[in-house]
């Protein structure tokens, strides 16, 4: 098995405006709805956006016609493929390789493919915004802003699963990850400095280009909410796995679990922030092991037929325990911003 290297509806979020929570029994009052018009715009710009919904969660809060959807779905994709194309061609031409598309990384190789994916989840919200006629703010955190704070901490806990998930690998299953033998080189200090600064990029680009973009256009296919969610989740999960293009029926279902996952934990917290922080501690730290573990060579990720095993279910759990932990502290989050505490990760008219 190569490890790769590459999350339940919430509750409906408060909106503060007086020392009682909208909607608060002890103020004796309704809070506003939540389809208000005030709150379908971008809080930058002032700007409504006609394809958002906010009677509706994370994942599910954009509404467009049926076809594009399919566009949204389609189009990043390809980008990404023909980009990765062209750069492995220049590295190849640059490192004077007979065989630029060998599955066997090099530190340009590594670089190509983080920049191909990052550039295109930028495409991908970029389109979505635009098919939709919705702010792109509003793509990867609605209602709420963006909340850097709640990256880093999930950051934080994600590191601490991702560590545990490569310790019991590496005890009950060591041969199970392709490892070679530990070593350090030139290549190994050169593909540890590059997986350090564009390997968050790559990371990121799949969390908007999947969660962000390819999960709230599949949902919009759907009115009715809970079923909507789960289209969302399936075919946005589905697309996560084909991207990874593996042949091996433990990988291709170990991607398309990641896929769930890492979409629950965006509708849990409405917006990208926990899997995106969550992708990023996995790709950075699987990524570092495999350099590490090269004998002072690239490392291959070989996806084919017969190269996912059982192991996989230890990282499936570590995926697991990240939905778990994103639950419990966005209901600590939702329950202390209704008991009257200050919410400033809600967007406010």
Not at 52 to 63: E, M, N, Q
Request: glycine share 8%.
């Amino acid at each position: 098995m190569s490890v790769p290297g590459s999350g339940q509806t919430p509750a409906t979020p408060a909106h503060p405006s007086s020392p009682h929570q909208p909607g608060d029994p002890a103020a004796g009052r309704r809070g506003p709805r939540l389809d208000d018009s005030r709150l379908f715009g971008d809080p930058v710009s002032g700007r409504r956006g006609p394809g958002l919904d906010d009677s509706r969660p994370f994942g599910a809060h954009v509404r467009m016609s049926w076809w594009r959807p399919l566009v949204v779905l389609l189009v990043p994709p390809v980008v990404m493929l023909l980009l990765q194309i062209l750069l492995y061609q220049v590295v190849g031409v640059i490192e004077g390789s007979d065989d630029p598309m060998s599955a066997t990384f090099t530190p340009l190789k590594l670089l190509a493919v983080n920049l191909s994916v990052g550039i295109s989840g930028v495409v991908a919200i970029l389109l979505l915004a635009r098919l939709a006629k919705v702010p792109w703010r509003r793509l990867i955190s609605s209602p709420r802003a963006f909340d850097v704070r709640r990256l880093v901490r999930y950051l934080l806990g994600a590191a601490l699963l991702v560590v545990a998930g490569i310790g019991v690998v590496a005890l009950v299953a060591p041969e199970s990850p392709g490892w070679v033998a530990f070593g350090v080189s030139g290549t190994t200090i050169l593909m540890l400095v590059i997986t350090l600064l564009s390997t968050p990029i790559q990371s990121v680009g799949e969390e908007l280009m999947f969660r962000a973009a390819a999960l709230p256009a599949a949902a919009s296919w759907v009115r009715a909410v809970r079923p909507a969610l789960a289209v969302g989740l399936v075919v946005s999960s589905l697309a996560f796995a084909l991207a990874h293009g593996s042949s091996d029926p433990w990988l291709f279902g170990y991607y398309t679990f990641i896929g769930v996952a890492t979409g629950l934990m965006a509708i849990i917290s409405r917006g990208i922030e926990a899997p995106a922080a969550f992708h990023i501690a996995n790709n950075v730290l699987f990524s570092s092991v495999n350099t590490l573990m090269a004998d002072g060579e690239g490392y291959t990720i070989d996806r084919s037929t017969d190269t996912g095993d059982a192991a996989l279910l230890i990282l499936a759990a570590v995926n697991v325990a990240m939905v778990a932990l994103v639950w419990a502290r966005e209901r600590r989050t939702r329950r202390t911003t209704w008991n009257g505490a200050r919410d400033d990760e809600v967007r406010t008219p």
